[in-house]
């Protein structure tokens, strides 16, 4: 029997709960009507969560986390959070299918034996769905479906759960159908965190990554008179052209090549912060300073502060108290990167911020080109 914190970061809803025996007994969750809120409610959920239900972080025997699939920086911040308090706490990893807690959730508002069909909304008329039978094994796994071009790849009467059923429920209603909008909750996780943990099951804390499911591929235009071909290569040299010209307005994409070769001492007072997992600092170095985060005991990340979107601007980015979410200045592009890895969060950038190459041997952490 365990004690497990399970994290749920997929979608636009943001959630956690505390699992003791595998049943949910306390749990928080918040909505953003626009974007994610991720990067600056999650740990100050796991905080009020831990100390309403008054657990201390010493009494938890796991961290389980949604892993997808879903918002592709949703879930990097949910797992990334979740690895730095297993590697912090000492306890294992445990990965939980997003859309089987939205199964988990249709029965729990609805317990009529039926089949469900869990959908994530992706785009469009597109959505990451998967079909559970009555007793709640997965008959289909997740996959990519649109659902205006494959109408007929659902059968038979369902409860249809998800924030992408309701869009779809025009072009798949049918008798014995039901339509229910849903977004995957942490508390749904508490059983199967408790079986995975019982037989064993952890994610490994090196290698694993969430569960994207493989991008939609967009149809290939018709082309019925053959035109494409003829033209492709005069196409593409004026592209070429185009891009290689540097006065043409485009964002520039490459940062000023400035040598970095720093050796940090984590043992100095000076970088005490890095000490702890999830913590970041500013040094100098590199084009306009440096970041620096532990993002778990034996992993680091490296970024420039030289803001992307366009590096003429020599806009500086600014690290917000999360230590998870950078943003360069207002009067720049209002940008925000994930500190996690330097992708982007929100544009108009669309470069990730420049990364550099990191080398850690106890207590020194080298920084170079």
């Known amino acids: 029997m365990a004690n497990i914190l399970i994290l749920e970061t997929s979608t636009t809803q943001c959630s956690v709960a505390l699992a003791e025996q595998g049943k949910a007994v306390a749990w928080k969750e918040e909505r953003a009507d ?7 409610r999650l740990m100050p959920l796991v905080d009020e969560v831990m100390k309403e239900h008054g657990w201390k972080p010493s009494q938890l025997n796991a961290i389980a986390v949604s892993g997808g699939p879903g918002s592709f920086t949703g879930l990097r911040i949910g797992v990334a959070t979740a690895k730095g308090l297993c590697h912090a706490l000492n306890v294992p990893l445990i990965a939980l299918d997003t859309l089987h807690l939205l199964a988990v959730q249709g029965e729990r508002l609805d317990p009529k034996p039926q089949p469900r069909v869990a959908m994530i909304d992706a785009r469009r008329m597109e959505v990451y769905a ?3 039978d009555a007793s709640g094994e997965c008959m289909r796994a997740a996959e990519p479906v649109e ?4 109408p007929d790849a659902f059968e038979g009467p369902a409860q249809f759960i998800g924030d992408g059923a309701v869009k779809c429920e025009e072009a798949l209603a049918g008798e014995g159908r039901t339509f229910v909008e849903a977004w995957p909750l942490a508390r749904d996780g508490a059983a199967s965190a408790e079986a995975k943990f019982v037989e064993g099951k952890h994610a490994d804390l090196g290698s694993y990554e969430p569960n994207y499911v493989k991008a939609f591929k967009a149809g290939a235009p018709k082309d019925p008179l053959g035109l494409r071909s003829e033209v492709s290569v005069w196409i593409g040299a ?3 052209v185009l891009t290689s010209c540097t006065s043409c307005g485009e964002q520039q994409q490459y940062i000023p090549y400035v040598p970095v070769n720093v050796d940090i001492n984590v043992n100095l007072p000076a970088y005490n912060d890095l000490a702890h997992v999830s913590q970041a600092i500013a040094i100098p170095g590199g084009s306009k300073g440096l970041y620096v985060r532990r993002n778990a005991l034996d992993e680091f990340i490296v970024l420039d502060r030289h803001s992307t979107f366009d590096v003429a ?3 500086q980015v600014t690290l917000d108290d999360d230590n998870v979410t950078l943003r360069d200045e207002s009067d720049c592009s209002e940008s925000q990167w994930l500190m996690i890895d330097g992708s982007v969060m929100s544009g108009p950038a669309e470069v990730p911020l420049h990364r550099y190459r990191t080398t ?9 080109n």
């Open 34 to 40: 626009e974007g994610y809120i991720h990067a600056e």
């Open 147 to 150: 659902v205006d071009q494959r």
């Open 238 to 240: 004026l592209l070429l």
């Open 130 to 132: 998967a079909t559970f």
């Open 360 to 368: 850690w041997n106890d207590p020194i952490l080298q920084i170079y």
């Open 313 to 315: 601007l020599g806009c």
